[in-house]
Each structure stands twice: as C-alpha cells, then as structure tokens.
C-alpha cells in the first residue's frame, strides 16, 4: 500500500564504505528526486528523473549516483562515504502535468550516520 | 535566484490558540505554487496545503489555510485551535514554472503548549 517506499530506513556504515539506497513509487508518478536533508533541517535537491531521464543534477559529489531503472524505481549509490554524508535521505515522486511539476509525495527517508 | 524565506526559527503557542507561521518567496515567474509540509518527531514529511499562482481563493484544508497575499509574495500558513499533534517543524515550499523542482524553506519549529 505505501505509495512512495524507502530501503533502508536506518543505515549506520564506516568512512569508505559504499552503500546504496532504494526507492520505489507505485503512483505511477512520471518523476522522481532525491533529497538531502541536514542536521539544521534544511532541505535540498540533489537528483531528478523524468521517465528514466537525469533532468536535475545539483552540485553533488560525483561519489554519488543515481540510477532508475524505470519510472518507478530510482536508486541512489554512495561510494567511498564519508562523515560530511550523515544526513536524512529522501525520495519523493511527482506527476508532471503538461510540463509543471506538482506536489511531492515523500517517502519515509533514510537517516544515514557514517562513523 | 529563487528563493523561500520562512523568518521564524521557531515558537510557542498555546494549545487551541490560532497561529500564523510566515513564508515569503521571490519569483518572476507568474505561474506557480506554494505548498506546505509538516514534519513531526518521527521524521516522514506530510503534505498540507498547496496554492497556484491564479487562484483567485486562498487554499483551504481542515484546520489549515493559506493566506496568499500575491503582491506581497507571501504564503503563510494559518492553523486553526492548534492542537498539541500539532508540535512538528513546518516547511514552506514552492515549485516555479522555470524550474522542474521544488525549493523548501528552512522551516519553522512549532511548539504548542498545553
């Protein structure tokens, strides 16, 4: 029933390490983000997709890939972490109607702590 | 650059006291829209209320409301007898037409006291 699905919820890694995040929407939204949230709280954009298509790519490390397989899933890799990385992750999907983006459905984000 | 401006850190209200959390943005856009979100302790970000830039009526959900004031670009959000599960950060948001993205303020802690 969850209509936007983050895995994992919890994810505790050392410095150097990859780890992946995964994201899935079952609303058949047309796009989805990822999203940084800091220990202020404050929320950036760090990934879109269009229909598999990379349409935002903000100033982000290269350690950190996205990848969507398809429309409804959009994963999110790290490489080599480091401690600057411990945040809250979020994936969010929207409609896009006639080329406007329409309100977020968020998933339940990832509260990533790398040690 | 676009931008969500959200003055309040944070406050305290009293339990079933109206409140008023503010939100300007800047555009040059005309096409828009201006969302809410609530984010409680437990973390996940919930949908409150959203206005479009040609809407003549101010948004309305439940005990929520959107006073849009458009020529002072200003979206604040009113909460009706606030309630003590009303104690979580609030974000104001916007999606402009020129930008296939949504920018979040930095939110206000609201606090409601019993």
């Known amino acids: 029933d969850t209509a936007v699905s983050q895995t994992p919820k919890y994810l505790v890694t050392q410095m150097g390490n990859d780890k992946s995040i995964k994201c899935e929407q079952n609303?058949?939204?047309?796009?989805m983000y990822w999203y940084k949230q800091d220990s202020k709280k404050f929320l950036k954009i760090m990934f879109s997709y269009n229909n598999k298509e990379l349409i935002i790519n903000e100033t982000v490390p290269n350690r950190f890939s996205p990848k969507s397989p398809d429309k409804a899933h959009l994963n999110l890799h790290i490489n080599s972490l480091e401690l600057g990385d411990s945040a809250v992750y979020f994936c969010a999907s929207s409609p896009q109607v006639r080329g406007q983006t329409y309100g977020y459905t968020f998933g339940s984000g990832t509260r990533l702590t790398v040690v | 650059a676009q931008k969500i401006t959200q003055t309040q850190p944070g406050m305290f209200v009293q339990e079933k006291e109206a409140v008023t959390l503010d939100c300007t943005y800047d555009t040059s856009d005309q096409s828009y829209g201006l969302f809410w979100y609530k984010q409680p302790s437990s973390g996940e970000m919930i949908f409150l209320i959203y206005?479009?830039?040609?809407?003549?009526q101010n948004a309305t959900e439940g005990r929520y409301s959107l006073n849009f004031q458009k020529a002072r670009k200003s979206a604040n959000l009113v909460i009706s007898a606030s309630q003590l599960g009303d104690s979580a950060m609030y974000f104001c948001?916007?999606?402009?037409?020129?930008?296939?993205?949504?920018?979040f303020g930095s939110g206000t802690r609201l606090s409601i006291r019993p």
């Open positions: 206005q479009g830039s040609y809407d003549e």
């Open positions: 609303l058949g939204h047309d796009t």
């Open positions: 948001a916007s999606r402009y037409s020129s930008a296939s993205k949504i920018i």
